[in-house]
């Protein structure tokens, strides 16, 4: 039996929607799980956009199994408060933002997580209510905004995510947003239509586009 994400501590004001992934949009994370690894003695070889088969050991060059990849990336996020750091000018960007749009953070990590990513976000001053669910975030989403007749944006790094908004939200600004790092190079590109935003103040100029059009 599936259990329904609880969404009651979201509440929503008569305004627009900006929707945010969290990992390598918010925080950054390939890079610091990167030097994580590095640490436990493996490394991550881009050599395909996955982490299972390019998690090696530094010593044997021998890719780790899933069950040890998984285990990894766990521990990570059990300690994401000593490695993660915000992206450049996501804070103030999203403060601004937030004057005249209700913030959301939707994040996809397992939730028992949720309590660490909480803590962290508080402390870098980023207290939007946040999503933590590994389901597919268009039906979320879809959810969250039920249709209400005013705009939406939906920021992530990878084009699954944002094909599933595609597919749930109707006239949601998809908003692309990547660091460039070498595993990202190699990711599934998105769709046509959705826009890749360079960075925060790049995306800033686009969200108020699609939020204020008259304003812009
Ligand atoms: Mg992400």
């Not at 945010?20 to 918010?26: L, P, S, Y």
């Not at 003695?41 to 956009?49: I, K």
């Not at 959301?104 to 660490?116: C, D, G, S």
């Not at 239509?193 to 686009?206: K, N, P, Q, S, T």
């Amino acid at each position: 039996m599936t259990e329904i994400l609880d969404l009651s501590h979201v509440r929503l004001g008569d305004r627009p929607l900006v929707v945010c992934d969290v990992d390598d949009v918010v925080l950054h994370f390939v890079a610091p799980f990167q030097e994580f690894l590095r640490g436990e003695g493996h490394e991550l070889l881009p050599r395909s956009f996955r982490l299972t088969g390019n998690i090696v050991s530094i010593e044997t060059q021998i890719a780790l199994e899933h069950p040890d990849v998984r285990r990894l990336i766990e521990a990570f996020f059990e300690a994401q408060e000593n490695w993660q750091i915000p992206t450049d000018l996501v804070v103030q960007t999203l403060d601004t933002l937030s004057k005249d749009a209700d913030v959301v953070f939707l994040t996809a990590m397992p939730p028992r997580y949720r309590e660490h990513r909480r803590r962290l976000l508080d402390q870098i001053g980023l207290t939007f209510p946040m999503i933590a669910s590994e389901e597919p975030k268009g039906p979320i989403m879809q959810r969250l905004h039920a249709g209400r007749p005013l705009p939406s944006v939906f920021i992530d790094d990878m084009a699954h995510n944002l094909h599933s908004v595609r597919d749930h939200v109707t006239e949601c600004l998809l908003l692309h947003m990547m660091p460039d790092s070498p595993l990202h190079l190699l990711a599934p590109k998105p769709a046509d239509g959705i826009v890749r935003a360079a960075d925060w103040g790049h995306a800033a100029e686009l969200i108020r586009r699609h939020i204020q059009p008259e304003a812009a």
